[in-house]
């Protein structure tokens, strides 16, 4: 039988389980089952990304994007507020947005 190794207590270090987050209460749940369904079909009916389209570029989007950001009173969960963009025009977006 193999020995156990001793786990290090590490006092710096703030111990949580695992997916544990503070949370407040504007905050949207991006590991819920119901927004991985709706990114799941929004990237299945849009596979392109629509800002590289608008360029006429063809770039496979990997990011369910929301138009109106869900702090800014967007919806979270409703397809007309969804855009599919690659991982490059979703970051430039999200810093514009800001």
């Not at 389980?17 to 799941?40: G, I, S």
């Not at 006429?56 to 929301?66: G, N, P, R």
């Amino acid at each position: 039988m193999p020995k156990k190794i001793p786990t290090v207590k590490r006092p710096w270090v703030q111990e949580r389980k695992p997916f544990e987050r503070t949370r407040t209460h504007d905050d949207f749940d991006y590991n819920a089952r119901k927004w991985r369904k709706l990114r799941a079909l929004q990237l299945e009916k849009f596979p392109l990304c629509k800002h590289c389209e608008e360029k006429d570029l063809v770039t496979i989007a990997t990011v369910a994007d929301h138009i109106t950001p869900v702090k800014k009173g967007g919806d979270g969960y409703s397809m007309d507020n969804l855009q599919s963009l690659c991982k490059k025009c979703h970051d430039s977006k999200s810093a514009r947005d800001k």
